[in-house]
């Protein structure tokens, strides 16, 4: 039975009782008081009411844990949609990043590759950043310079990574060893998902990878799961229970 019609029906048992009792309080109320007939509630009545009361309310606090736990799984999952689209931005407006500092920015001397989110197994939370490499016109190879602009999120409490599917080419994250990479670049505005043992963007932004779509399952500690879906032909993001 749902939970909810459970304890509507028991809170009308007990609305119910203290209003029969009230009546037959009022009632004794207006006899004449004799040694044989006092006003007043009988024990039973008392009891029943109160582990009535106390069943409608250890309901109640059950359904509201279980409903926070299943708004968390949905926060994370809007909460990372939001930030796979704002990397999704970055990378198709070729945002090199900002400040003094070397990690927080792509150098005017090298070309950005584009933007990433970085996942794993049973991870609480992902990884934002940037990638930029040095083109050598002479041997026509990149070498990558460290991620830039990279920042950390955190799921709530209790919510991890399940999984993360791709198609058409096959990636996945069961291997604790392994990570997915979703890269968003900026040349070509195409979407590459991948699963690698490091980033490994010079082998993510092959054909082999491209327009791969990807679903991403976050699950909480009661279960309840939310999934991400990234198409990579479209750059569609949504998400789904």
């Given at each position: 039975?749902?939970?909810?019609?459970?304890?509507?029906?028991?809170?009308?048992?007990?609305?119910?009782?203290?209003?029969?009792?009230?009546?037959?309080?009022?009632?004794?109320?207006?006899q004449p008081a004799t040694s044989n007939h006092m006003p007043g509630f009988t024990l039973i009545e008392l009891l029943?009411?109160?582990?009535?009361?106390?069943?409608?309310?250890?309901?109640?606090?059950?359904?509201?844990?279980?409903?926070?736990?299943?708004?968390?799984?949905?926060?994370?999952?809007q909460n990372l949609k939001n930030d796979v689209r704002l990397a999704q931005n970055y990378g198709s407006t070729g945002?090199?990043?900002?400040?003094?500092?070397?990690?927080?920015?792509?150098?005017?001397?090298?070309?950005?590759?584009?933007?990433?989110?970085?996942?794993?197994?049973?991870?609480?939370?992902?990884?934002?950043?940037?990638?930029?490499?040095?083109?050598?016109?002479?041997?026509?190879?990149?070498?990558?310079?460290?991620?830039?602009?990279?920042?950390?999120?955190?799921?709530?409490?209790?919510?991890?990574?399940?999984?993360?599917?791709?198609?058409?080419?096959?990636?996945?994250?069961?291997?604790?060893?392994?990570?997915?990479?979703?890269?968003?670049?900026?040349?070509?505005?195409?979407?590459?998902?991948?699963?690698?043992?490091?980033?490994?963007?010079?082998?993510?932004?092959?054909?082999?990878?491209?327009?791969?779509?990807?679903?991403?399952?976050?699950?909480?500690?009661?279960?309840?799961?939310?999934?991400?879906?990234?198409?990579?032909?479209?750059?569609?993001?949504?998400?789904?229970?």
């Amino acid at each position: 039975m749902n939970s909810k019609y459970l304890v509507s029906g028991i809170w009308y048992l007990v609305m119910h009782k203290i209003f029969v009792l009230g009546r037959k309080f009022k009632t004794s109320n207006q006899q004449p008081a004799t040694s044989n007939h006092m006003p007043g509630f009988t024990l039973i009545e008392l009891l029943i009411v109160l582990v009535l009361f106390g069943l409608a309310t250890s309901l109640i606090t059950a359904s509201y844990v279980t409903f926070e736990r299943n708004q968390r799984v949905k926060t994370a999952a809007q909460n990372l949609k939001n930030d796979v689209r704002l990397a999704q931005n970055y990378g198709s407006t070729g945002y090199k990043g900002l400040g003094g500092v070397a990690t927080d920015k792509c150098d005017s001397t090298r070309t950005l590759e584009g933007w990433y989110i970085k996942l794993s197994k049973n991870g609480t939370g992902y990884t934002i950043g940037g990638a930029c490499y040095f083109y050598n016109a002479g041997t026509g190879t990149k070498t990558y310079d460290p991620p830039f602009g990279v920042k950390n999120y955190s799921f709530p409490k209790g919510v991890t990574v399940l999984s993360v599917d791709c198609a058409p080419q096959a990636c996945s994250i069961d291997d604790p060893t392994y990570s997915a990479y979703i890269l968003f670049e900026t040349a070509t505005n195409r979407t590459f998902i991948g699963s690698f043992a490091t980033a490994d963007f010079s082998n993510l932004s092959t054909e082999t990878y491209a327009k791969n779509t990807a679903t991403i399952t976050v699950v909480g500690s009661a279960g309840s799961q939310y999934k991400i879906v990234i198409e990579g032909t479209s750059g569609d993001v949504y998400e789904k229970k």
